[in-house]
């Protein structure tokens, strides 16, 4: 299962990266016809922000349609538990919470799943950011005085920046809950907790 997952996660990446790239040359395509005869800066905005746009959304938008195709491999690892039970799990594998026995082996499934998606939400997160950030650039381009749509624009870098931190510091967390987890076999790792 775990196999399957890296792989299909491995071909969501590509994908998006390439639908990024070709996003990126029709964008800038687009805003160089877009803006023709315009200021030299006009020009460079307009094709940057329909870049940003086209790519960003794109990419964003391949990378959601790839998260809910694999909706079952994620799912894999808690299926059966009640809501209770997969918030245990999911607070011991981010926050290092303890987790009861029955329990161990789900966490440690869990924390597999998420040390492989977590980079590729990661990617989403940034590629969205991208894309709305460059919707707001091809505004600009029009009115460079525009005070509003420059802190929009910083705003939404900011807070880009702030969840990618966040997103690498769960990856970072689920690292050391498998580290310290590393004696749970992985066959006790993919097999349902025993019924009492």
Known sequence: METQLQDTVRRAARRAVWIALAGAVA???IGAWLSQGERPLEVFLTSLGCAMALGGLGAALSTMVSQFRMKHLVSAATGGLDAAEQRDVQRAVLSGAPIPAALEARAVAHAHVLEVT??????QQLFLFCGIAGSQVIG???DVTSWFRIVLVGVLVVVGAITVVQLRR???RVRRFLAAHDD???ERASAPPAQS
């Open 170 to 172: 769960s990856l970072a």
């Open 118 to 123: 977590l980079p590729l939400v990661t990617a």
């Open 27 to 29: 964008g800038i395509a």
């Open 184 to 186: 749970v076999p992985a």
């Open 140 to 142: 600009l381009a029009s």
